[in-house]
């Protein structure tokens, strides 16, 4: 039997989602909490891969289950029980909102359709919000950076804004949704949705985006940095305390 598992975390601890030899992640916490409450070895997989330091207002993961756990007798798992067990074990920092069975066909990564990422900045000193945004002090045009993240849904294929040497097939993506949203008079998060993203993908194009609102780049050299496909002529990474993985479509 399969099911999905819906968490959230505070990434600031980890080494990303996936299992690293040099340090904690949240999938090595998830599958020894679940390995320890089903008493069995469970591998859990992830819709994605959130790089180190990156937070996650919505993940899902999935793991297969076909044995007995308390009273089960073969019975589909309790999900309530299981949830409520798992965030008694698991660290403060990683919360599970639910667990559901569903069917064996279903790929918490491949299955699914969107994910959206939020990256959040402020431009005036916040000491609640040191961990959680990225605080700039320039001016910005965020009309003119709203300009250029339109342009994004006009382009499929973003090497531009892909680590440099990352193991990817292709770096064609889909984005359907880019935008600037102002929160208050000094804070503000880009908010951007595809079907798929490559890796540190979303603070190169914030990074790129800063550029265009600080006047570095034109609006056409924008669109050049996305055609020529080169990761040194786009914008900087940028903080990753400032990610979050903020939903997940199915």
């Known amino acids: 039997m399969r099911y999905f598992i819906t ?41 994605g891969r959130t790089d180190a330091g990156v ?10 289950f076909s044995g007995e756990w308390g009273e089960g007798d073969g019975q589909p798992l309790d999900g309530r029980q299981l949830a409520y067990k ?4 698991l660290p403060q920092d990683i919360a599970v909102q639910e ?8 790929h918490a990564r491949f299955s699914a359709t969107s994910r959206t990422y939020h990256y959040y900045i402020h431009t005036v000193k916040d000491p609640f919000l040191r961990d959680r945004s990225c ?77 265009v609102g600080r006047g570095r780049l034109s609006l056409d050299d924008f669109r050049k940095v996305i055609e020529g496909k080169r990761r040194t002529e786009a914008g900087e990474s940028m903080p990753a305390h400032a990610l979050f993985l903020e939903n997940i479509t199915y």
């Not at 937070?55 to 297969?64: I, K, R, T």
């Open 135 to 211: 605080e700039l002090h320039y001016p910005l045009d965020f009309e003119k950076m709203n300009e250029a993240a339109a342009i994004l849904m006009t382009y499929e294929d973003f090497g531009a804004f892909c680590k440099a040497h990352a193991d990817v097939k292709t770096t064609i993506c889909h984005i359907t949704a880019a935008w600037w949203h102002q929160t208050s008079p000094t804070t503000w998060y880009f908010e951007i949705t595809a079907n798929r993203f490559l890796r540190n993908m979303v603070r190169a194009v914030v990074g790129t985006l800063i550029d």
């Open 99 to 106: 667990v559901r069975q569903v069917s064996n066909d279903l």
């Open 7 to 47: 968490l959230s975390y505070d990434g600031a601890r980890y080494h990303g989602w996936q299992i690293q030899p040099n340090g904690p992640s949240v999938q090595e916490k998830l599958q020894w909490a679940l390995s320890t409450l089903l008493r069995q070895e469970i591998s859990v997989t992830g819709a």
């Open 55 to 64: 937070h996650a207002s919505m993940m899902v993961a999935h793991f297969d």
């Open 86 to 89: 798992l965030n008694r074990l």
